[in-house]
């Protein structure tokens, strides 16, 4: 592993650097350099020490430098220097992406010529395979061992378990953790088919409901009166019409309708019976409201209700409801051996007293009002309670009617499926599911597993055997297609808009080389072509960069000796390759853990501050190139500082505020609420909190989503963040035009500090 740049002189920019000596190098250290600071440069010299081409150094000779290049790399066997023209001894162990691998392996320009295909077949093959220390005899020696104790293990596993199965499709049966419910449904399945005319002629549910009492109809009959009959004359008359006796109120109401007959002739009403002059009647006023329609219709009226309620709630309905209830208690056994039906737990009992109380006590409130009509009353408490608790009766029946009524559709489904059943598939549905069981259970499970792992086992040896017999000759043949297959999918990741096919080896006169298309919308490019489409007018700057990357990590995975490679990128990406920032990342993060060491050098500070954040604090280091008068120097580079974001500033300051109190910021921090929160917000409600909307409209919105399906933010929260915001908004230009001169009290600010940092840590 390279540990440190002891000393850079007389190269690129470098005058005479010798202050990289205290910078360690980790497992992945990072450079970062604007453009033209030497990064290029530094590549150039770990690509000279891999190939021994001194003339990669020589080349960069400063320049008005009076000496030639020096340089000291220090590594874990010791430092090595480049003096007087030369390395000691190249160092294969380093591989490089730069420039120059994208100039030798893909292209120079936009063409493809005969050398980069040559390059690419010879980065292809790499070193050859691991050497197998097995002969073919031994091979075969242990899949005969394998075969006697595949038969060995295969007679553990009871036969009468597997049924019709072979030991291979009955240890292949996947597990399921849902197999008792599989199997109960398959039983149920089976049952229904078994039971097909039982369930074609059985009912599906019917509903089941309680009638209501009226109680404001029944409260505003009760309240009902009339206006020109008193209640005292009422009581007159009845008393009066008691006095004559049997058929009293009879013979005077026929008398009443007589009076118009009787008066004909006269200028003045006279009694039907003596003839009379009325007008001197003292009890005739009240005999007329008394037989009036008004009163009659009123009498009439509490009479309907009290009949309509006998036909509700009497006579033979709640005998009809006990039925419904003993023959849905029948569906529900009945049904309930082929589908999920809920319990039907109806005290009918408790009902029936319920509502006979309910019913008697109006009933009675209603004779009282037939007795005196003119009574101007309402339902008593007592009746309400009746009334109420015979209510919940009624809700806990439409709960339970609701519930049996939504079995409906399944049992529709049940009696599509038993009459279209087939005995003999769902015989062998369950059949196989309770060989699931079985096989995933205890001690048939591990006799099962002993057997799969022997059979893997022997599947490996096998691959053994076949990779022994392979010759030299065929190693290529085979290492292509893997190749092509490995391109392809760092492409993919890399999201690509094409791919690479037909990479195959190809004999030239000039030597092996390698062939391949490019594949656009499932359409072949030649890479080289005089006209039409081909690689120089079909992939961007960007593609063949990206094209490049892939061969790299293709070439690396290839590689037996990767886990001692030195890995040196220098500036993986361009401006045109920003959408595969992420996938970049990620695909170093999975090297790191295959090799030595990673260096990764750019002028892209996100790119490097993303790599950064992903990886192993104690494994990873920075370094800065940064100008030094005319030249370039090395220093350490204080990552944090560039991959902060302004949100992580306020929050680290209202924090520190809180644990240090200082004056100084007060203001600072107290404009520092409101951003905090609305960051908060950003984050944890992307869709309803888009960049250019402020928190009070946003509060509106919550507070008309309260209690809906698509809620934000609960009752308490909204409180919480308006009580907040109160606050937060004196200090800011939108809400206070003197926010600069706003009155700051430290205890108050405090108090709302560690109000806001609470409100943002919730989940």
Known sequence: MLERIQLLRNIGQFDSVNAGAQLPFAQLTLIYAENGRGKTTLASILRSLNSGASELVLERHRLGAANPPHVVLGF????????????????????????????????SGVEIAAGHRQNLHELILGAQGVVLNATLQVHVARIEEHNRTLTQKSNVIPAAARGDLSVDDFCALPADQNIDAAIAVAERNLSAGKSADAIRQHAEFLPLSLPAFDVAGLNDLLARSLPDLEAEAAARVRTHLRSLGRGGETWVGDGMARIATASEGHDHQVCPFCAQDLAASPVIRHYQAYFSDAYAGLRASINDVGQGINTTHGEEVPAAFERAVRIAGQSRTFWSAFTDVPELNVDTAAILRAWTAAREVVLTTLRAKAAA?????????????????YDAHRTVVDTISNALQACNAPIAIVKEQAAAANLAALTADLTRLQAVKTRHSDPVNAFCADYVAEKAAKTATEGQRRQARTALDNYRQNIFPAYEAAINTYLQRFNAGFRLGSVSPVNTRGGSSCSYNVVINNVAIAVTSDAGPA???????????????AFFFASLDQDPQLAHKIVVIDDPMTSLDEHRALTTVQEMRRLLARVSQVIVLSHSKPFLCQLWEGADPVGRQAILIRRDGAGSTLAAWDVKQDCITEHDRRHALVSAYLNAGDPAVERRVAAALRHILEAFMRVAYPAAFPPGMLLGPYLGICQQRVGQQNELLVQADIDELRAILVYANRFHHDTNAAYETEAINDQELTHFCTRVLAFAKRG
């Open 373 to 389: 009509p003119l009574d101007r009353t309402e339902l008593a408490q007592e009746t309400i309670t009746l009334i109420t608790e």
């Open 535 to 549: 690689f120089r007018n079909t992939l961007s700057a960007g593609d063949r960069n990206t094209l490049a990357l």
């Open 76 to 107: 874990a066997g010791g430092p090595i220097q480049f003096q007087n023209g030369a390395w000691p001894a190249p160092m294969p162990e380093i591989a490089i992406f730069d420039d120059a691998f994208v100039a030798a392996n893909v292209c």
